[in-house]
């Protein structure tokens, strides 16, 4: 097992200079972009959380001002409201109490946003110490770090930049922990993945991926007859790490809601996938159009397969493709099934049908009960037809990732044939997150974009620099 490169002996004024033209850079890039753009939909419930969490302690998406009392909620991973909740007591200190309804739009949202250079600090910090380890260039390491850092949706409070840094952390901090053995890395490395668990939920599954990837690795060595002790000391401290980071907030889930589940909303997002597999085949090949970023290639798969704008509109062949259909919106608010056009209002009206009788009944959590329920719906759906489900993974992968898989693809061949491993393992975790998205979701492209870093360090160090096999396999082999 090689050491860790150590650090290019440059004069250390040098660089420092370089990393604070590089955030001077950035700075202002970011300064530049947030603005007061209303913060709606996903990104307010955060908001409305992280401000009862500043003002009154209370981990609950209901608003202040509504006249009920804060009733604990799930709805959503506690990290990112947790860090804007620090955020918004800080600014507390120096302004006084900051009203969520002054914070959700106008010059209040774009102070929010602002929040934001936390997690785009821990981006390009993460991608720049990934690319010194793997390339030893400062130089690619920084220009690295300022792509990553350009690349940043930073106008917003949706979780995804989060996601990002979190992920960028511990994609770098596993590697790290492989190459050196030494179990301070593989335990940093465990929290970083609990805090991605607690960022975003399906980490959990993606790190059960992983860990089933690793014992079938550690299973062909031990067939070889290779010592595996230091391996499964640091899976053991990994995955302890991990556990200790997620579990107090599912012991708390299990407490008020009776269920250990990280969130609410796993369900109805399966269930929406289960019943997309309903598509026609005109859907299916009208998705590739329906699904496509505006633009010249969506133009000329309209023109292959006489397709136009009018097809996704209301009445269009392709009207139950659209996540925003007309009446979509009154048909789940009011939980009316049959008003809703789209397999995404079907889900979500649904949702909402079952949450209101559940309440009748004075089911307790009736929310997460509706939730419980539709995730057996939608997994009896899957198996009766699990062909048809398996046949959707490449359309979501196109409508999700159509950039970020043929990268990852072409990425992982490149990594291979350099005997780059260090890379693949880097590359894993972010690869496995987006196979797990178009199996198990309906992949909204916006759930792809914590990939987008680590795609940025393999470019760098796969396509920047030459080809040097003389670096030898990087993990045990």
Known sequence: MPPLPAVPAKPLRSNMLWILVVAAILLINWSIRI?????????????????????????????????RSMAPSRLREPIPPLVTAAYLKVLSLFFGPLDVSWLEHGPGANVAKFVNLFWAAIICASVGAALLMFTENFRVAIIGALVAGLLIRINTLYTEIAAQALLALFSLLLVVAIKSGRAGYWCVAGAALGGLVLTKAIFLYVGLMLLLGGLIYLLARWAKGKSLRREVTG????????????????????????????????????????????????EYVGAIYSWASEGPVKKLIGAAFGLSPEDDSKGGRLQRLQQQAPDDYEAYRSGNTTQAISYYGRGRAELTKLHHQLASQGIANPAGAADAQLKQRAILLIADDPLSHIS????????????????????????????????????????????????????????????????VVAAFTLGVLPYRRERGPAVPG
Do not use: C, K
Not at 45 to 66: W, Y
């Open 35 to 67: 603005n007061d753009s209303a913060i709606e939909h996903d990104a307010l419930e955060n908001l409305i959380i992280a401000s009862n969490l500043a003002d009154s302690a209370a981990f609950s998406v209901d608003q202040p001002n509504s006249g």
């Open 235 to 282: 899976g053991i401290l990994l995955v302890a790490s991990a556990a200790a980071i997620v579990s107090p907030w599912m012991v708390r889930n299990y407490r008020y809601f009776g269920s250990a589940d990280i969130t609410d909303r796993g369900g109805h997002v399966l269930y929406i996938r289960a019943l997309q597999n309903q598509m026609t085949d005109e």
């Open 392 to 455: 959707m993974i490449p359309l979501y992968l196109w409508r999700g990732a159509p950039l970020a898989t043929p990268l990852f693809l072409a990425f992982a061949v490149l990594a291979f044939w350099r005997r780059r491993f260090d890379v693949l393992i880097y590359m894993a975790p972010a690869a496995a997150m987006v196979l797990f998205l178009s199996v198990f979701t309906h992949f909204n492209p916006r759930f792809s974009v914590p990939a987008v870093p680590i795609l």
